[in-house]
Structures are given as C-alpha cells and as structure tokens.
C-alpha cells in the first residue's frame, strides 16, 4: 500500500518513534511504501514531502520534535471541502493516511474521514487531554521535566526562604501540573479544572511559616489555571490566528499577589517550551513505538476513521468520533490525592 503520514500540532517528545514504527513495520512487514508529508496538514495541501525509509528513520527513537516538522494548519480554513487535500491524495495514488497529532490535528482528521479519507489517528499530546486513551506519548516526558524542575526550584527556595511559582503546560487541563505537583512535593498546585482563590494560597502559605517551619514553599500552576470570578484581577484574553487564547504568565501575576498579600520573596520560573523539547523518557519511547506498530496494523485491517488507544496497557484501536468529543480532566480521585498534601 501507498501510506502519508504526518505530524500536526505542536512538537512533543516520542513523534520520531512514532513515525520509525510504522515505516520499519509498514516496510518490513507489508512492503508499503512511506510518503512522509511536512508541517502537518499544510504539507498535504501544498504537496510537499519525501519518501521515507528504514534508512532515513535511523538513530531518531531518542530524538525529540518531528523529523517532518509540524503546523497548526487546518486546511479546512480556507476550503469547506479541503480539495487540496484530496487532490494529492489522488495525485500519488494513496491508499490511506496516518495522522499523528493532539486533538486539532484529529479533530481535522475525523472531518476529513467523514468526506471519504481512508484516515487512522495516533493521539500525541503531552497535556494528556485525548479521551479514550489512558495516556498519551510526551506526557511521561514533559512530568519528568517539571518534576526535576520542582526538585532543583525546592533547593534554592530552601536556601533563601523563598516562594517559588513554577508554571507548567496545561491549556485547558491539569494532568502535567497534578503529576510533577505530587511528584515534586509541590506546597500548592492551581489547575484549570479548579479555580482558585488567590486569598486561600496566600492564607495557607502563612499558615506553614507561621507553625514554625523553615520557610520555603513551591507552588505549581498549569498555565491555564483561573481565579474564582472577583479574587484576582487577569487581564482579558488575547487569540492567536488559529482561535486559541494565547496563554503563558499567570505564574507572574500569582507571584506578584503572594508576595504583596504575604511579604515573603517570591520568584517565578516558566518551565515553557522545555518540556516540549528533548529526549523523550523510556517509556514514552516505548508507547511511541507501540502505538506506531499499531496504527500501520490499523490500516491494513482498514479500520478507517479510528485512532491506537492505550486501556489496561493493551493498545487497542477506539472511533475517532469518540476520542475528538471530549478533552480527558484530572479526576477528583487524583485531585483529591493531591489535595493532601497541601500547605
């Protein structure tokens, strides 16, 4: 079979792991051949990539980003029908496509299917936000970074009896700020699903100073964290071109209120892009490869318009339908874990 496949959205740590498993089994196993497209959809649209080969896909298991590069783009912006998309399709003879991306990219995908692409998905989000599926590949990753992070931040707090912000990725849920925040020993941790009173943190990091503690204090905040309505002024959102609110700084603007309501020193630091970026941890390189094996598998038992999953360790195939319809939140289990250990 003629196979695309390409990586939509942002970088994430296992993508090249991902992309060497379907072409390693793709070729060895069916003896397809591998059109790799660059930036996502865009490439699609505009016709451009290479042939990829067992050759060409060495020594990029431990290698983070995409060796295809990535885009945000939706082709159905500027065409309802995403012709274009069709037409290369038909213009290399192309039997089916692999796209591996967050819920964008499959959300564009799951359209695309619905107008006669022969589609399979591969969820890739370190958020860990796709339904259906227990975990996403980059998620381990981006942990492992912010928890190191919280474990270097909580010396130098210490030295200084300091506070210290520690903002992570998390647009709209909070599994990386919940996981590192455990892992890490965070004091607080403020995350999209729970709004926070400013008031509280403040009043719960006196609390630990004033019980006689040496003070220091490490408090996570997803980037999509908010206030409860009238407890701390934000500015309002801005968007980027492709509609989505343009995040990153609320750690400043919660270490500004810490340090005036308090009077303790407070520092922040944006872990950002970092997490992105990399070497992807063991077990995201396992995953990867896994969920690869499993989506050339997939096309070849023409399970069109479904996505790879991983449940109860097995990796399985679900609807796309189903994994696009809604995003996966931390639970109140974990979150009521979590909750334990705060200040």
Not at 245 to 260: D, F, K
Not at 320 to 327: G, I, K, P, S
Request: overall charge negative.
């Amino acid at each position: 079979m003629q196979i695309g496949v390409l990586t939509g959205g942002g970088d994430c740590p296992g993508l090249n792991a991902v992309i060497r498993a379907v072409v390693r089994k793709g070729i060895r196993h069916y003896d397809d051949e591998l059109f790799g497209f660059h930036d996502g959809w865009k490439g699609v649209v505009d016709d451009v990539y290479e042939m990829l080969d067992i050759d060409r896909m060495q020594y990029t298991l431990n290698q983070g980003g995409t060796v295809l590069g990535t885009s945000r783009y939706n082709p159905f912006t500027y065409d309802p029908d995403a012709r274009a998309v069709f037409e290369t399709v038909e213009r290399h003879g192309l039997d089916a496509m692999i796209a591996i991306g967050g819920e964008g990219t499959l959300s564009c995908t799951q359209q695309l299917h619905r107008l006669g692409l022969n589609a399979i998905g591969v969820p890739k989000t370190i958020d860990n936000d796709i339904g259906i599926t227990e975990r996403t590949f980059g998620f381990d990753t981006a942990v492992t970074i912010a928890t190191d992070a919280i474990d270097r931040l909580r010396t130098t707090a210490e030295s200084h009896n300091r506070v210290m912000v520690v903002e992570v990725m998390g647009r709209h849920v909070g599994h990386i700020a919940t996981w590192a925040g455990i892992a890490g020993g965070a004091t607080r941790t403020l995350i999209p699903e729970e709004p926070f009173d400013i008031g509280d943190v403040c009043r719960s990091l006196k609390k630990r100073h004033e019980e006689g503690h040496r003070f220091f204090s490490v408090v996570v905040v997803a980037e999509g964290a908010k206030p409860q309505d009238g407890t701390m002024e934000i500015p309002p959102d801005v968007y980027d071109e492709f509609g989505h609110v343009r995040l990153g700084g609320i750690a400043y603007r919660v270490a500004a209120e810490i340090e005036s309501r308090t009077g303790y020193e407070t520092r922040v630091t944006v872990l950002g892009h970092t997490q992105r970026g990399g070497t992807p941890t063991a077990f995201d390189r396992v995953l990867s490869t896994r969920f690869g094996v499993a989506a050339i598998d997939a096309v070849h038992d023409e399970k069109w318009g479904s996505m790879v999953a991983l449940q109860h360790d097995d990796i399985v195939t679900v609807p796309l339908d189903e994994a696009v319809a809604e995003l996966k939140h931390v639970t109140p289990e974990l979150w009521d874990t979590a909750k334990q250990f705060f200040a």
